[in-house]
């Protein structure tokens, strides 16, 4: 399959050295330059010299290019083997004992009459230090053993074999060959920079192949990028799609790639027939699953980004054909064996993940094989479980923990409500609609959020049930966050409506909640104040105590004072509100009330403590992942820097807390804010302000909470020297570790200082840990001195 060195030497060897065109072998001349992966290439020598290493196999899914690799390393090793390097291919066999055979062929071994291939070879191969490269052993796993002969009686022969599966041969070496490394879609597309990413690198060159023309510009910059990232960085998938550029513009490629395996066709016709098309290569490996692999496989296909054991037990219905048992993680490993599913790295959880290309192989077969209905109704089912469980415990002291997860199933959730909403199982829709809408306002995208309560309310149809009218006040409290109040409001009194009818005082609660928050955004401050005080009795009268409904329109009332000028009655109830909080550990609603009392200092001009409640709500988000949230702390960190006399700074943090509500989906609606942004405006000239601002929208979350967390640094008292680094009184510890050794000295054990600060007991033990090595102390007693010492 490989055009030889051995014979006539060709046209291209005529420029090359002597001393390389003479060296042994029959490695093949390859056409192609050859493309990165010059980690890989000194990993890979560098393991073949250990002498203890004499069979590494590289294994991954069809198409990352191990052939391609094998050959790179095998030339760069030539040199060293007196013996020479040569490769046998196996893919035309389809008969194990016919590879003796092939590798005495390439091998320039003459078969002889009442001796067998296999001896002939070993004798052939017992004296000589050579390289042997056997490639694409995966379907003749049972001729392994002879690879094992030979290593065994030919002391100095290395192999190097690529395989989509392990040989499984006692001192085999695996060396996993992963797609290329693709560019980060979420940073700006620089083509100076994003040259420098290996996919890109291939696809450019496979590109420039065919057009010469082409160049990676800032216009198809950013195609490129999404071309690669959706192609998994898969080389072969990369090849197929740069031979496209010679009738499709990048724009156009990008938006056929939908249609991934339909497009990538069309391989050099020199390729085995396997390598011309992307799902030829899949199929390859599909054909030498067992049915019972098969049938996992094609069921797996219903995922989107990965799943967990528990999610595939509950989704993928395995038996083998005699009727027993098959076990999930036995069947996965079989799977991972043969590079179409691997292990995630996401998570301490057991997870699993396929390649895009390989996953939508996996979904058309499991199309066509009639049980793509069944096995979404499962996946439908499983997760609207996942996000009921998780609900109730959105709201406690595991709420971080729950929220990371929901997120890491991102990509299902969507999968199942739109398959559910759209008709499949709409009960189970709602009900997942319904369950995640607290995830949507503090993790995910209010605007996407919306769509999806949008949806499930138009999915629910007349009839008046009691999962209707939990859509109802979800949807409206989602468009309510989203600062859609007459939406919110129309949701919000069909919901409560419904919820009389079937007499569910919390169901009312909530929808009065929505009402008031409604009436709030509105301006009747009346109205609002009266459907929040119905809330408030809902959940006092209630049967079981719900906290964190309390907690909130608490809270919401608390927001309807302070705008109506009480906030010695406002604070009273952020107050209540916050010892809720800490009562549950929700560490939302704790950044919350310490974020509204922030809001209060700020009107008592109170800039000291202001600022400090700003950065403990900062964080205490941050640790939660509360995007928006954060907005809206640099937002009012602005403020702070507008009354500390900080124009630039103030509006680079208004122009940075601008963006990142747009791509959160968050309005605020403070008159307060309004005033400091007119005040900053006032005392800047025009091209200053246009330059801050746009400064500031510039900025990436983390760069915008360095700027705020800079301005609500304590202020040096008049003639007093500039604080030390990070601040004065603590030094050498860092802010958070001064917060920590604060509690140790009030005497707080590690979980008392977990639960003050909203995180885990032994991240609190590790902070204790650090404080006492900086310190060079032996004891917490000793802590706490020193920090009496300096306050």
Request: hydrophobic residues 45%; glycine residues 8%; proline residues 5%.
């Amino acid at each position: 399959m490989y055009p030889q060195r051995v014979g006539p030497i060709m046209e291209e060897e005529a420029s090359r050295p002597k001393t390389q065109q003479q060296l042994p072998g029959n490695l093949p001349v390859v056409p192609t330059s050859f493309v990165g992966r010059q980690l890989e290439i000194a990993a890979l020598t560098q393991r073949l010299r250990h002498p203890h290493a004499r069979l590494l196999t590289l294994t991954g899914p069809g198409g990352t290019g191990k052939t391609r690799l094998a050959l790179e390393v095998a030339s760069d090793l030539q040199p060293e083997f007196a013996a020479g390097a040569f490769i046998v291919d196996l893919a035309p066999l389809d008969d194990p004992q016919l590879v003796p055979s092939a590798m005495a062929a390439a091998l320039g071994v003459r078969e002889a009459a009442g001796q067998p291939v296999l001896d002939r070879v070993r004798e052939h191969l017992k004296d000589k230090r050579l390289l042997l490269v056997v490639d694409n052993f995966e379907h003749l796993l049972a001729a392994s053993p002879v690879i094992g002969q030979l290593i065994a009686t030919c002391p100095e022969l290395k192999v190097l074999a690529t395989s989509r599966t392990p040989l499984g041969l006692y001192g085999e070496h695996e060396f996993p060959v992963q797609p290329l490394p693709v560019p980060d879609l979420q940073r700006a597309h620089d083509p100076a920079e994003l040259a420098q990413v290996e996919a890109v690198q291939l696809f450019v060159a496979r590109a420039q192949a065919t057009r010469p023309d082409f160049l990676l510009t800032e216009d198809n910059a950013p195609l490129v990028a999404e071309i690669c990232v959706r192609l998994d960085g898969l080389p072969l998938a990369l090849e197929l799609a740069a031979a496209r550029i010679r009738l499709l513009q990048p724009t156009v490629l990008l938006g056929r790639l939908q249609h991934t395996l339909a497009l990538l066709t069309g391989g050099a016709r020199d390729l085995p027939p396997r390598q011309q098309t992307l799902r030829a290569t899949i199929d390859w490996s599909y054909e030498l699953l067992d049915p019972t692999e098969q049938r996992l496989f094609r069921q797996l296909g219903v995922f989107s980004g990965g799943w967990t054991l528990e999610a595939a037990e509950a989704v993928c219905e395995l038996g083998s054909a005699d009727g027993s048992s098959v076990d999930m993680l036995d069947a996965l490993e079989a799977l991972g064996r043969a590079s179409l599913v691997r292990q995630s790295s996401v998570s301490d959880e057991a997870r699993f993940e396929m390649l895009g290309t390989v996953r939508e192989y996996a979904a058309q077969r499991l199309e066509d094989s009639g049980e793509a209905e069944l096995a979404r109704a499962r996946h439908a089912a499983q997760f609207m479980s996942l996000c009921e469980t998780a609900e109730p415990l959105l709201h406690g002291p595991r709420q971080r923990y729950w929220l990371d997860r929901l997120e890491r199933e991102l990509a299902n959730l969507r999968a199942a409500l739109d398959w559910s909403l759209r008709g499949g199982a709409p009960e189970a829709g709602l009900r997942l609609a319904a369950a995640l809408w607290w995830f949507w306002v503090i993790r995910a995208s209010l605007y996407e959020g919306q769509r999806w309560m949008d949806s499930a309310v138009a999915a629910t149809g007349p009839a008046p049930t009691a999962t209707r009218a939990k859509v109802l006040y979800c949807a409206g409290l989602v468009s309510s966050f989203q600062g859609d109040w007459d939406r919110s409001r129309r949701r919000c009194e069909a919901a409560l409506e419904l919820c009389r009818q079937f007499g569910d005082s919390r169901g009312a609660a909530y929808a009065c909640f929505g009402l008031g928050m409604a009436a709030f955004l509105e301006g009747d401050a009346s109205a609002a104040r009266a459907h929040i005080e119905e809330g408030v009795r809902l959940f006092r009268g209630g049967p079981i105590l719900d906290a964190w409904g309390l907690r909130n329109v608490l809270n919401a009332l608390g927001e309807i004072e302070r705008s109506q000028g009480d906030f010695g009655r406002a604070q009273a109830l952020y107050e209540e509100s916050l010892a809720l909080a800490r009562q549950e550990a929700d560490a939302h609603g704790i950044g919350l009330l310490l974020y509204n009392l922030a809001l209060v200092a700020l009107h008592h001009a109170d800039a000291s403590r202001a600022a400090d409640l700003l950065s403990q709500a900062v964080h205490v988000w941050r640790d939660l992942g509360y995007r928006s949230g954060l907005a809206v702390c640099i937002l009012t960190m602005g403020s702070l820097a507008s009354i500390r006399q900080q124009p630039e700074r103030a509006m680079r943090l208004f122009g940075a807390a601008d963006s990142l509500m747009e791509q959160v989906g968050r309005r605020v609606r403070d008159s307060a804010y309004q005033e400091y942004f007119a005040a900053t405006q006032t005392g800047l000239d025009r091209r200053a302000f246009d330059e801050a601002f746009q400064a500031g929208r510039q900025m990436t979350m983390e760069q915008a909470l360095a700027e705020g967390l800079a301005s609500a640094e304590p202020e040096p008292l008049p003639g007093a020297p500039p604080p030390r680094s990070p601040g004065a009184g603590y030094e050498p510890l860092t802010i958070r570790e001064w917060e920590v050794a604060q509690l140790v000295a009030r005497g707080l054990t590690n979980r008392q200082i977990a639960s003050e600060l909203v995180v885990t007991e032994g991240t609190a033990a590790k902070h204790v840990e650090n404080i006492r090595a900086k310190l060079e102390l032996t004891s917490r007693t000793q802590v706490a001195a020193w920090v009496l010492a300096r306050t």
